[in-house]
DNA sequence: TTGTACGCGTTATCAA
DNA sequence: TTGATAACGCGTACAA
């Protein structure tokens, strides 16, 4: 097939062996052989084969990643390919290799991620939108190699956690309504088979707790689609004692709500207020614009896979990640509540 | 290490070769053989090293992808994922890793494409996003593995063309316009360095000219970037005698244009039409909501995978697959200028 | 500074 | 049906 170190030791009439210290740039070869190697491999258009290499000196260089989206083939997860461009930017930059496997493959089906991984000699692998009831968790727990897991703790031994600081989040969201007057706050959470599900409701029940405005029944569950939202506003509206602003867990579910509000007749955001999470692209063109939190899915890749690099390189790091939260803000909070808040407070 | 086929071999008394053979179940090997092996196989858990595997036979079973991503690091190309949604998904199914290469990593500064996937020995590549001033497309034409470029057509013995049919999308949008009422349509086009800009100018003419309703001065080129929409909408307000429909080659730029249009008080969709391309979800949330031309993008990854396949395996296929676009309608479009135009027709 | 011999884990060939 | 041997392309110890 292609032109090996053989054929250019052949060539030169030298032995394989100083070809490829030569093309290693190591400092047991002359430079005039060096000189001459380049040249000819230049001419010979040769590659280097990394298989071979990568067998002999049982190093891959690859990372694998697993992303089982949140919306499969929808292209509803902005977040899925920010995620991927910070893996791919960090790994590629440090000389690693990404192998992408997708969710529903036959392939996931029949073998272990952990299989898979240890076929391809992967040195580290990122796993995205694992769920908590995922049947090889266990499996993952006792992982032979380093694995970033981006928005799911799994304990384990060489596993570490990447996440947005979820409790922050929720209380910079939480904390904005509260400033502008609101107390009746209710929360609409994604299922429970994601670990941020359990992040949010835990902070917001503390937050609500702690001024002892925490209502069972302002507590709805949806499950991160636009749909789920567009349910649980309805739900919403049929409550007797209506809340005054909606935390919703995700963009996807608030632009949902926000459909059904607007469906019903409902002035936004004068009559309800809502602030999502995520801050995906399409939050800024809804009408009215999504008060939100922003996560930084780009650098949580690049976290992952510098975990992953520590850890081959044998260092210790941090095995829980957690990146600042961001309140970001538009239009889908009524300001003017603060103001009304003012003059109930001044009077009293 | 790992247990290899050789562990397996001494533990049982055979040779590695038996080993082989019974673990790749050939019919050369007893099946009292077979059942022991592949029973201490699990038990030792073994796991082939697919490196070598690939080494000896000379088959990588890999396919190279390289996304040249529109808005890098945004996450404001949903396109990208759902193309690799697609690729993923084919690509597994039928036995092959992706490897993903990044767009802007140094690697790819210092090596050519071609390189890179020589040195993995992929069997096939596909790009995405590549732009017509590439430095490399000269080596990619005479690439020596196949290549699905999706959205660029590249001419060469061994690269194929995926794509949407752009001609088709434009006339469906212009058509549409037209039955509306809409006789002064401008374009916002792409830039010039993606293919699809050339292809949608190209059919934009064609159709005006057959109406002799072409007018040089409602181009308009933007860069693919809301805000270059936003910019060009400017340039419309502007003109003097303004159109009563815009044709925008892309959601993205549709949105900015749109955002132009409503920060200046104008009457969406009555004073002014808009049909996108594209189809991204955000513009489902945008008010007006936009009417567009759907592209299948997951299903453009799919086909992708597929012709290289198909090459890989020998057979021809035909080099250049152009999908269906699908007209969606929403509300960004002024229906009423349609009873207009059949009030006036009935006059006339 | 260079070359020889060997090994990485697997499959292919061919003889037993 | 099984096994010894060679080969894939490369790197490394060690000898020259």
């Known amino acids: 097939m292609g032109v090996t170190i053989k054929d250019i030791a052949k060539r030169l009439g030298v032995s394989a062996t100083a070809v490829s210290k030569a093309l290693n740039d190591r400092d047991d070869v002359s430079n005039e052989l060096k000189v001459k190697v380049r040249k000819i491999a230049e001419e010979m258009d040769y590659s280097p084969n990394s298989l071979a290499k990568r067998l002999v000196t049982n190093k891959s260089n690859t990372i694998g ?21 910070g893996i791919m930017e960090e790994a590629n930059r440090n000389g690693y290799d990404i192998v992408l496997f997708s969710t529903d493959s036959d392939l996931l089906a029949e073998k272990s991620y952990i299989k898979l991984c240890k076929e391809r000699k992967v040195e580290g692998a ?11 968790l266990e499996e993952i727990k006792e992982s032979p190699f380093p694995i970033s897991i981006i ?11 990447i996440s947005t600081d979820n409790r922050k989040g929720v209380r910079l969201a939480l904390n904005y309504l509260w400033k502008l ?16 599900s359990h992040l949010r409701y835990n902070a917001y ?13 302002l507590v709805f569950t949806g499950d991160f689609t636009e749909r789920s939202g567009y349910l649980c506003g309805g739900k919403i509206l049929e409550l007797k004692d209506r809340p005054s602003a909606v935390f919703v867990a995700s963009d996807l579910m608030a632009l949902g709500v926000i459909k059904k509000f607007k469906e019903e007749g409902l002035k936004l955001p004068e009559e309800m207020s809502i602030v999502g999470f ?13 008060t939100t939190i922003g996560q930084n899915a780009f650098e949580m890749g690049v976290e992952a896979v510098n975990w992953v690099l520590k850890r081959i390189n044998g260092e210790k790091g941090n095995k829980k990640i957690l990146l600042e939260p961001e309140l970001i803000i538009r239009d889908s909070c009524d300001t003017n509540q603060f103001q009304w808040l003012e003059r109930v407070t001044a009077k009293s």
Do not use: C, W, Y
Not at 151 to 161: A, L
Not at 205 to 217: A, H, N, P, S, V
């Open 65 to 85: 990643v697993f992303m089982f989206s949140r919306q499969k083939n929808s292209g509803h997860d902005p977040f899925g390919f920010q995620f991927l461009s």
């Open 126 to 136: 990122i796993f995205t939108g694992l769920r908590l009831d995922d049947p090889h």
């Open 151 to 161: 928005d799911t703790e799994v304990k384990g031994n060489n596993v570490s956690f």
């Open 181 to 196: 007057g609101h107390r009746r706050i209710a929360i609409i959470n994604g299922h429970k088979k994601a670990m941020v």
């Open 205 to 217: 029940k503390e937050f609500l707790e702690e001024k002892g405005q925490f209502r069972e029944e």
């Open 278 to 290: 995520d801050n995906i692209f399409p939050g800024e063109f809804n009408e009215p614009a999504l």
